[in-house]
């Protein structure tokens, strides 16, 4: 079955240069969140999106963007990247609606700030 | 989302049951209670959900209180690949905010 794929797998960057981490969700699903982990830390939730319009906002830094597009597909664009954004990124997505059906989470991308 | 409050950490020994509790005194009628774990290097899971009964998968049990401020993740028979972190998250189905909180890690020894 298909999962949800997330591209690249790893990432460095220098500071203060931009990098777009892509999403594409399982079919048919409409929600896809993002959530950043940092070593030793928890999921945070960062934003998410239900039918290409954004949902719901968490800690995201005005550094970073996000939007999905028609086919459903998400992207995180990140700026003026720092030390400090070193970290997990992952992607999940699920079936909307109002049953709690589980979201899935993709591999996640390793960005690496240096 | 309302906030939940689980132990930092558990133990457990192979083969035996594994009871985790998660405290959610802040629930709305609208929160659904999932359960999520995280493989160490992989993305997080799902394990199991429920909203007023419980609930059984292949995976796990979910035991809900009546007054639904608490519930319990319940793996029958605890392998070494059930050593995770395992994160309770109430969801509300009224908006797609999914937030974890600290969880718990789970060790099971053989």
């Known amino acids: 079955a298909a999962g949800v794929i997330q591209s690249p797998r790893h990432l460095i960057k220098e500071k203060r240069e931009t990098a777009t981490l892509k999403c594409y969700p399982i079919p048919r699903h409409d929600t896809v969140y993002w959530y950043q982990q940092g070593p030793g830390q928890d999921p945070q939730f960062l934003i998410s999106f239900y039918e290409k319009m954004q949902s719901d906002k968490g800690s995201i830094p005005d550094r970073f963007s996000a939007q999905q597009f028609s086919d459903y597909h998400s992207e995180l664009n990140m700026s003026s990247l720092e030390l400090g954004d070193s970290a997990l990124y992952f992607c999940?997505?699920?079936?909307?609606?109002?049953?709690?059906?589980?979201?899935?989470f993709g591999q996640g991308t390793r960005l690496t700030v240096v | 989302d309302a906030k939940t409050t689980q132990p930092n950490s558990m133990e457990s020994n192979e083969e035996e049951p594994v009871h985790l509790p998660c405290n959610h005194s802040t629930i709305s009628g609208t929160d659904y209670i999932h359960w999520y774990r995280q493989l160490p290097s992989q993305g997080p899971e799902y394990v199991i959900h429920?909203?007023?009964s419980n609930v059984n998968n292949r995976m796990a049990s979910l035991a809900i209180a009546e007054d639904r401020k608490s519930s319990t993740l319940i793996l029958h028979r605890a392998t070494l690949r059930d050593a995770a972190v395992y994160y309770c998250i109430l969801r509300d189905y009224n908006n797609n905010d999914m937030r974890f909180g600290a969880g718990t890690r789970l060790t099971v020894k053989p």
């Open positions: 429920g909203l007023t």
């Open positions: 999940a997505s699920r079936s909307g609606g109002r049953r709690g059906t589980e979201a899935f």
